[in-house]
């Protein structure tokens, strides 16, 4: 078929479709030429399309949708682990992550359509790496960490250490994310997430961000806060914070903190927002997610 | 490379022989199977005219893989029609004028129909109507129109008349 004007037709393809982990790993050994993991190629396909990634010599794909090890949800002793190749809108609507992370449904709703949480996958969001993957505030927000599988060697990696750059982390390319795992939410603690771009639907954020807060007797224990869109990865804002570690837990306080969070970020202009904007949006969305919080933990 | 595939595709089994860099929506417009109602617009998942159910469930046609679409259900707007009957969900976009050039409708009724055949509650909002067609673009209509017609197919279903 004639592509469009602007569209890429896709390289020449040679298709895998691992059954199970071991499979994969032994294809890693084999596969000849480059290569490409996809889950739900709801990344892949864009990206190849409107030119951002070109394979001139074509391309082995290898698909782990199928993988069963991928693609689970459970909950044990506390901590909740979601399987790499599970799709959004399944773990959207999952029992498990509605009731201990409300937040991380939340941010999936506000992520692209129906159609393509249907198919798009967490460890697809994460594994991408885009400063602007909107699974990752409220994954960071909530302390979540990834498991890493290579060949050798099973590994797990706070995700605040896993992102080294724009579209870049630290997994080799003979290495699948395998899972993601984070506590679940305890009754005095809450996370919230919001995202702000040019519409509510189908949309890029310009920022977003998600709040941890953990009250105990009207005074802030624990506080993470993350941002999307306002560094080269999503961050978390380390000096705000610790501003908060053993405050009142106030609105006035909160408000503060906010302010603290636009100081300690440096966003850049780009074609969506200026950079003052950015800063702007970050202090609104940390101060009102940190507040959705409270009034959680406040009733 | 060429690859064989099997297929559900409203209700026939297909074999096929694909090329293994072909989406969904590029095999579903082929010559063999020529579902015309999947309609090719952006191909990045973001108009929605090439919706289709796979497995019971929306997804962009063009942001599948046809080979990773192995042993899937397909639903086509095509698969809806009884016959020459229309659908009660598209006679409900007819009635409501729900559609002017038509581009974007055999992907917005497939985003209607599996919202309405899951809606187990009562009462349907506009906004969860909104909500589940978020992913499918119309430039005609203003989507007040649209709102209206799947809110009458949804009562068409609740009157028993629905397949
Ligand atoms: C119309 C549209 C709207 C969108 N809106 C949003 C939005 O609002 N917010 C947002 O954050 N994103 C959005 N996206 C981007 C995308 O849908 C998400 O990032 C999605 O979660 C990607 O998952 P996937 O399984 O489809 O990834 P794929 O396309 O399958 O993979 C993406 C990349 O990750 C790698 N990868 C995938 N899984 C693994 C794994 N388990 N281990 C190692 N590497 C892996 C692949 O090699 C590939 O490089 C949108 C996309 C579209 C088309
Ligand atoms: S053609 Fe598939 S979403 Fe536009
Ligand atoms: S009727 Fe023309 S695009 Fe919707």
């Given at each position: 078929m004639k592509n469009f004007v602007g569209s890429r037709a896709l390289p020449d393809l040679v298709y895998h479709c691992p059954e199970n982990m071991n499979a994969l790993m032994a294809l890693f050994d084999t596969i000849q030429g480059e290569y490409k993991i996809v889950a739900g190629c709801t990344d892949f396909i864009p990206a190849v399309r409107g030119g951002r990634w070109s394979f001139n010599d074509g391309l082995s794909l290898i698909d782990i949708k199928k993988i069963d090890e991928l693609n689970f949800i459970k909950e044990t002793d506390g901590i909740v682990t979601i399987g790499a190749v599970t799709p959004l809108s399944t773990i959207m609507s999952s029992d498990i992550v509605q009731k201990h992370a409300p937040g991380l449904c939340h941010a999936m709703s506000t992520m692209a359509s129906p159609q393509v949480r249907n198919v798009g996958t967490m460890g697809g969001n994460i594994a991408m790496?885009?400063?602007?993957?909107?699974?990752?505030p409220s994954l960071l927000a909530l302390g979540a960490s990834v498991i890493i599988k290579g060949k050798q060697e099973e590994k797990k990696v706070a995700l605040d250490q896993f992102f080294t750059g724009p579209g870049k982390n630290?997994?080799?390319?003979?290495?699948?994310?395998?899972a993601i795992e984070f506590p679940a939410l305890k009754a005095d603690e809450s996370v919230h997430f919001q995202k702000i771009g040019t519409r509510d639907a189908v949309i890029i954020s310009i920022v977003s961000a998600a709040s941890f807060l953990k009250v105990e007797n009207g005074v802030c224990k624990a506080a993470r806060i993350a941002l999307g869109s306002v560094a080269p990865t999503p961050i978390r804002v380390p000096k705000a914070e610790a501003f908060?570690?053993?405050?009142?837990?106030t609105r006035e306080v909160l408000a503060q903190c906010a302010e603290l969070v636009a100081r300690e970020i440096s966003p850049i202009t780009d074609l969506r927002a200026s950079a003052d904007y950015r800063r702007d949006l970050s202090e609104t969305l940390s101060r009102r997610t940190l507040m959705a919080c409270l009034d959680d933990l406040n009733p | 490379m060429k690859m064989p595939v099997t297929l559900n595709i409203n209700n026939t089994t297909w074999n096929l022989d694909i090329d293994a860099n072909a989406t969904l929506l590029e095999v579903l417009r082929n010559n063999v199977l020529n579902q015309q109602s999947v309609h090719r617009s952006c191909?990045?998942?973001?108009?929605?005219?090439?919706t289709v159910l796979m497995d019971g469930k929306p997804v962009n046609s063009c942001l599948v893989m046809a080979a990773s679409a192995q042993g899937s259900t397909i639903i086509t707007s095509e698969g809806l029609m009884r016959g020459d009957e229309l659908h009660p969900l598209m006679k409900a976009f007819v009635d409501e004028l729900g559609?002017?050039?038509?581009?974007c409708t055999p992907g917005m009724v497939m985003s209607a129909y599996a919202l309405i055949n899951q809606w187990e509650d009562e009462e349907l909002s506009d906004m969860d109507i909104r909500k589940a067609i978020e992913g499918n673009l119309c430039r005609c209509t203003g989507y007040v129109n649209i709102v209206n017609s799947i809110r009458r197919a949804k009562q068409a279903k609740d009157a028993g008349n629905w397949w």
């Open positions: 790496s885009s400063p602007a993957g909107d699974t990752v630290i997994m080799a390319s003979n290495e699948v994310l395998k908060l570690k053993n405050k009142p837990a | 191909e990045e998942g973001e108009c929605g005219a090439c559609l002017q050039c038509g581009f």
